[in-house]
């Protein structure tokens, strides 16, 4: 899989670092699927499929509680932090014991696992929850969902719902997983450092909740070609776009003072798009990258 050649590129070139944030309601729809892999919803004796060649069954039936180890967190509710199963298609629950799940982990090389469902009652997908589980080809992210974690998913999925209330994508959080459909919702506050490292997205935009975007945080997006950050954005950290062979414009807003000198290296056919007198407009010309006015 990709992230697996992904990490040997990467070991001692990130930054790591804990990461908290908050999204909107996610459905399993045709338009949500990957086109690698489809979904056969199953209800009872029912199915719904899509025309998609290989097929993924995302069942409704819950993991047994008893295939997680939980703990009580101070707001009464549990956290699913160790899990031992066999299950090709995860189903978490809602509830452990009459309390709400609010924060998942603990998948980690579960080699098996093929799709994901999180429930809405969860706010945090923690560090590592999926690390290395690189069969994965679906996850249907849960409505209510806050910080997703650092090295929280692999696997090979094309697409992947963000809800509106995440504030923070953690460091490396979907490195290596080939993303060709990604909205970043606008309540996000930073994206950590490789997040979308070698993703497939040919076209991004940056909401002005964003903060920081962190190192290497697109490196090796290498299909992208057009970005625009829009007004808010401040931190623009070093080689975030870096190897970003096709890129051709960016659209940098004057709220950007800081970015790294390595921001755009080997983006050789890129233009920046900047208001006069910018920031941006001034790193332009002194990196010799040729820039436009809007």
């Known amino acids: 899989m ?9 070991v001692g070139m990130m930054v790591t670092g804990m990461a908290t944030g908050c999204g909107s309601e996610a459905e399993i729809t045709d338009t949500q699927v990957p086109e690698a892999a489809s979904i056969a919803q199953t209800e009872g004796s029912e199915a719904v499929e899509s025309d998609a060649a290989n097929k993924v069954e995302v069942p409704q039936t ?3 509680a008893e295939n997680f180890k939980t703990k009580v967190l101070e707001d009464g509710t549990i956290e699913i932090d160790s899990y031992d199963g066999d299950y090709e298609a995860i189903v978490i629950p809602a509830q ?3 309390r709400d799940v609010t924060v998942i982990g603990g998948f980690a090389n579960e080699d098996e696992i093929t799709s994901v469902v999180i429930p809405d009652t969860v706010r945090e997908i923690s560090n590592k929850a999926f690390l290395n589980c690189y069969d994965i080809t679906f996850v249907k992210m849960g409505a209510n969902v806050e910080v997703i974690g650092d090295y929280a998913f692999d696997g090979d999925f094309e697409e992947i719902v963000l809800p509106n209330t995440l504030k923070v994508i953690g460091e490396n959080a979907f490195a290596g997983v080939p993303l060709k459909v990604l909205s970043i919702p606008n309540h996000v506050e930073e994206i950590g450092g490789g997040a979308f490292l070698s993703a497939d997205i040919e076209k991004l935009t940056i909401p002005g909740s964003v903060k920081l975007i962190g190192y290497q945080a697109f490196l090796y997006c290498n299909k992208l070609e057009t970005v625009v950050i829009e007004e808010g954005v401040e931190t623009i950290e070093n080689e975030v776009f870096r190897d970003c062979t096709s890129l051709k414009t960016i659209t940098i807003p004057s709220s950007v003072t800081s970015m790294g000198e390595s921001t755009f290296s080997e983006c050789k056919d890129v233009t920046i ?8 407009e001034e790193f332009a010309n002194r990196k010799k990258i040729p820039v436009q006015n809007p």
Do not use: N, Q, T
């Open 2 to 10: 990709k992230r697996r050649l992904v990490s040997m590129l990467m």
């Open 273 to 280: 798009i900047a208001e006069p007198g910018s920031y941006a």
């Open 96 to 98: 452990i014991g009459g």
């Open 62 to 64: 819950e993991i047994p």
